[in-house]
């Protein structure tokens, strides 16, 4: 298994506070990507990293921010946590984006359940 | 832009019957095509890749997917089913659009498995 670690794993937080979700990766892999998932939305991608402070939005960033200050290190931060950020979140990997015309496949982290009250 | 959409979201089979799991894709370009599985309280695990090498891919558990150009489709296969199989199955599709390799997930299709 790719080693990314997510911290917490879980965690209650009240709304108006803020929340940092920390990946962890040993693969020294260049890309890494914070997911939330949700029942009928599939994994929707909030943030994506090319290297070390390099990142760029996804999809539902509003509410979220990133950095990346090593290349093992990514950190999610909900800067004031609202109820409709309750969801799953998951860190991915990746060696890189492409090669030559082919996309490299994504490692997933084990997730962190977070709930916003 | 690139797209994907899975055809079910549910799918409810007997152990030991075949399993079909459909996804359709979109995208301008010569795409790369992932189907990865959950299984419940998981990460995501890769299951299979196809990136223009082969039209019928082979992947871990006895899945496989068959690249189908003209009918822009890239459907999950298995000839019989374990209880083992119930889990989330999700097809993504990533290609150079918009100078950008940024993956497309669907949004799951739940694999029920009786016994």
């Known amino acids: 298994d790719a080693g990314i670690t997510q911290s917490p794993r879980h965690k209650v937080t009240e709304t108006g506070t803020p929340v940092t979700l920390r990946c962890h990766q040993t693969e020294n892999h260049r890309y890494m990507y914070w997911y939330r998932q949700d029942p009928g939305h599939g994994l929707r991608l909030i943030h994506y990293s090319y290297g070390v402070k390099d990142t760029d939005k996804g999809e539902v960033s509003d509410g979220y921010s990133v950095s990346r200050s090593k290349t093992e290190d990514f950190l999610l931060t909900l800067e004031s946590a609202t109820s409709s950020q309750t969801s799953v979140y998951f860190c991915?990997?990746?060696?890189?984006?492409?090669?030559?015309?082919?996309?490299?496949?994504?490692?997933f982290g084990p997730g962190t359940r977070l709930t916003v009250t | 832009a690139q797209s994907v959409t899975q055809l079910d979201s549910h799918v409810s089979v007997s152990e030991g019957t075949p399993v079909l799991l459909r996804c359709n894709y979109s995208s301008s370009y010569s795409p790369s095509l992932f189907w990865y599985v959950q299984h419940p309280n998981k990460g995501l695990q890769l299951l299979l890749k196809y990136t223009s090498a082969a039209t019928l891919v082979k992947g871990i558990n006895g899945f496989e997917a068959e690249f189908k150009k003209s009918e822009t489709s890239f459907h999950l296969t298995k000839p019989s089913a374990h209880m083992s199989d119930a889990a989330e199955y999700f097809c993504?599709?990533?290609?150079?659009?918009?100078?950008?390799?940024?993956?497309?997930f669907g949004r799951g299709t739940s694999l029920i498995v009786h016994p």
């Open positions: 993504v599709v990533s290609d150079r659009g918009g100078g950008s390799y940024i993956p497309t």
């Open positions: 991915a990997i990746s060696e890189d984006l492409a090669g030559v015309g082919v996309s490299y496949e994504q490692y």
